[in-house]
């Protein structure tokens, strides 16, 4: 099993990544940074916003209105952004979210590590 802080050091691993977050998807708050560099409080705030608003969005245009996301990948000229929903013990869901340049990075092997790295946690 694994802690938030060996999750993130794992997670900064896999080939490509700039930055990595550990979100609480309820209050937009950084639970755990690691990477390069932007404000995680403010990177924190911005991508639960983001991730709530498509979420919304897609539950609004499915049958019955509501959806599980097992992954979001938005991809900019930035690079790659994966969101990675986790399910936790307790209130507030967590989210890793993690930014791989576009050069370096594997997006399947990158999802695939993500996967495997998140399912180890232990939340």
Do not use: K, W
Request: overall charge negative.
């Amino acid at each position: 099993m694994l802690g938030l802080d060996d999750c993130l050091t794992e997670v900064m691993a896999i080939p490509g990544a700039i930055d990595a977050l550990v979100l609480d998807h309820n209050s937009g708050m950084a639970v755990a940074a690691g990477g390069s560099g932007t404000d995680p409080e403010y990177s924190a705030a911005a991508l639960s916003e983001t991730l709530r608003v498509m979420t919304d969005g897609i539950a609004q245009s499915s049958a019955g209105g509501t959806v599980r996301i097992e992954d979001m990948i938005v991809v900019s000229d930035q690079g790659y952004h994966l969101f990675r929903p986790l399910e936790t013990r307790f209130d507030g869901p967590l989210v890793i979210y993690l930014h791989l340049d576009l050069e370096r990075s594997n997006l399947a092997l990158a999802r695939h590590l993500l996967h495997a790295i998140s399912s180890r946690l232990d939340l």
